[in-house]
């Protein structure tokens, strides 16, 4: 062995290495592309549904009321005394929300878009729930991914004037950064749940579907007697988030992790009118689609970028893996000796 090739595989033990891989190693674009027109067409709607209530809630309206916001935070509308500004603002967001969707001017459109959600959730804190901070937090991941390369009016308008930019694959750390996010607040949310008492009794579930605030649909009162049901379900609901940051990781676990959590949030949206939390849910969910399965889904529509895609795939990896968490079975990949697409020891790995 020679002294380069033994410096390499020393490099590739080194967990930086790894880190690396994870974050920055470039691959499709389409799972954000899947993101960014779902986010676009959802924040679209998110406008829309907000408009009848900006005088109430974010001008002078009777329903207005202060609430301080966190130390470091900002409210542009702060910054301006024109009482027209939050219906503009909430009228951009609407424009914006569409041309991020259709991928026109994205980068622009997503930057825009994003920070005129920001703005109206911190004009008035105490009307927004989770379910619109999810939304923010994906609409930031969007705007810092480049998923416009794919299935946009910018890709058609480079194609159109003969421009055969970079291929579709780049650094994925945007998305990265979306899935840990994700991952992680169900850990959170997990330990928090934890540590209150009637979580650990088996009585949170029953509780949650008695508040009449937030009934959408109303269980039969009979259900409310079924002990056992309401403390297994209580007790899943724990170990579904606790598990998350874990199991989501797997590559055979991911889809059967990802199908019980929308089934999870499908429920919750049934019985508890949550506004947009579950459907901001299902579309962060979109980050965790295997690179492979996005290309197929966009190519029923895009086929010219997706094989551009495909074409880039091949040229990274002519003959042997680009990461050594994509070895083939039973190969040392740099000496760490893991075969990730034979078993579930595949960590980090996208197909």
């Not at 079924?226 to 379900?233: D, F, G, K, T, V």
């Not at 874990?246 to 499908?266: D, K, Q």
């Not at 040392?332 to 000796?337: D, V, Y």
Request: charged residues 20%; proline residues 7%.
């Amino acid at each position: 062995m020679t002294a380069t090739t033994a410096t390499t595989a020393a490099d590739e033990r080194r967990p930086l290495s790894l880190w690396d891989r994870f974050f920055f190693e470039p691959q499709s674009t389409a799972p954000m592309t899947l993101v960014r027109i779902v986010w676009g067409a959802l924040a679209a709607l998110w406008a829309l549904t907000l408009l009848p209530d900006i005088d109430p809630f974010l001008t002078e309206g009777a329903l207005r009321y202060e609430r301080d916001l966190p130390a470091g935070s900002w409210s542009p509308l702060e910054w301006v005394s024109w009482d027209g500004a939050p219906m503009a603002v909430c009228l951009l967001l609407l424009v914006t929300a569409l041309t991020t969707m259709v991928g026109f001017r994205t980068r622009l459109s997503a930057v825009v878009a994003a920070l005129c959600m920001i703005t109206l959730q911190r004009g008035n804190s105490a009307i927004f729930n989770s379910g619109d901070l999810v939304m923010r937090q994906i609409g930031i991941a969007v705007a810092l991914a480049p998923c416009g390369l794919l299935l946009s009016v910018d890709a058609v308008r480079a194609r159109r004037r003969g421009f055969r930019g970079p291929a579709p694959w780049r650094a994925p750390w945007a998305m990265r950064l979306l899935q840990l996010e994700l991952a992680i607040g169900y850990a959170l949310s997990a330990w928090a749940k934890s540590r209150g008492e009637t979580w650990h009794d088996g009585t949170a579930l029953g509780m949650a579907l008695r508040i009449e605030d937030l009934q959408r649909f109303v269980p039969p009162e009979w259900f409310f007697d079924q002990a056992e049901i309401l403390n297994a379900l209580t007790w899943f609901t724990l170990l579904f988030e606790a598990g998350f940051v874990i199991a989501v990781w797997n590559r055979r676990l991911r889809p059967w992790v990802l199908g019980i959590g929308v089934a999870f949030h499908l429920g919750i949206d049934l019985f508890l009118d949550i506004g947009f939390f579950s459907m901001a849910m299902w579309t962060a969910y979109l980050a965790f689609v295997f690179p492979a399965a996005a290309d197929r889904v966009i190519s029923r529509w895009d086929k010219e970028g997706v094989g551009e895609s495909a074409r880039t795939s091949k040229e990274m990896r002519p003959e042997e893996p680009s990461s050594p968490l994509d070895a083939p079975p039973g190969a040392a990949a740099g000496g760490l000796g893991v075969s990730p697409r034979s078993g579930p020891e595949g960590g980090f790995a996208d197909p």
